[in-house]
T-cell receptor, first 120, second 106 residues
Framework: NAGVMQNPRHLVRRRGQEARLRCSPMKGHSHVYWYRQLPEEGLKFMVYLQKENIIDESGMPKERFSAEFPKEGPSILRIQQVVRGDSAAYFC??????????????????FGPGTRLTVL | DAKTTQPNSMESNEEEPVHLPCNHSTISGTDYIHWYRQLPSQGPEYVIHGLTSNVNNRMASLAIAEDRKSSTLILHRATLRDAAVYYCITYSTLTFGKGTMLLVSP
């Protein structure tokens, strides 16, 4: 039973390019979360998605960032026109059901190994 | 927002118990308390969670205060492999914060 998979593990982009980060949740999980971790900082929640729906994007920057979780295929976090400040580790997590108190708040999240984005 | 407060770092010796505190004074009545830990260069991993009662699993124990405004993660016998950043979160905000860096000495 494969865990959460993220690719690529490392991504280097020049300023102004686009970055696409992929996350395949664990089998049977229909909820995906994206987090960003800057160097020496904690994890910051970005967005929470269910299949074909964005449930909570309160942590997403208003511009250049978008996320999707299509009916088929992995969840994608897309960063357009990257800047140096986007350099960070991006973690994806999945859960079987809702991870928030609005749903079954006891469902643990399983994290992927992360994608380390470096913007030159 | 039900935010959490944790000490920046704690130290322990191998084979000794470790008590990692967390304050969550604004937690709502339906929020679960979850603990995760993150080893260097890895994604976080689930440790334990609870609502009102104390909980035990193979990794740790979770002691929850009666008023639920604080909790303590207990590692019964710390090992070198337990050296990590420990995060306490409540699920209303999914905010991890900076966590507590646990240093374990041989």
């Amino acid at each position: 039973n494969a865990g959460v998979m993220q690719n690529p593990r490392h991504l280097v982009r020049r300023r102004g390019q686009e970055a696409r980060l992929r996350c395949s949740p664990m089998k049977g999980h229909s909820h995906v979360y994206w987090y960003r971790q800057l160097p020496e900082e904690g994890l910051k929640f970005m967005v929470y998605l269910q299949k074909e729906n964005i449930i909570d994007e309160s942590g997403m920057p208003k511009e250049r960032f978008s996320a999707e979780f299509p009916k088929e295929g992995p969840s994608i976090l897309r960063i357009q026109q990257v800047v140096r400040g986007d350099s960070a580790a991006y973690f994806c997590a999945s859960s079987r059901q809702s991870g928030t108190s609005g749903g079954a708040g006891y469902n643990e999240q399983f994290f992927g190994p992360g994608t380390r984005l470096t913007v030159l | 927002d039900a935010k959490t407060t944790q000490p920046n770092s704690m130290e322990s010796n191998e084979e000794e118990p470790v008590h990692l505190p967390c304050n969550h004074s604004t937690i709502s009545g339906t929020d679960y308390i979850h603990w995760y830990r993150q080893l260097p260069s890895q994604g976080p991993e689930y440790v334990i969670h609870g609502l009102t009662s104390n909980v035990n699993n193979r990794m740790a124990s979770l002691a929850i205060a009666e008023d639920r405004k604080s909790s303590t993660l207990i590692l019964h016998r710390a090992t070198l492999r337990d050296a990590a950043v420990y995060y306490c979160i409540t699920y209303s905000t999914l905010t991890f914060g900076k966590g507590t860096m646990l240093l374990v000495s041989p």
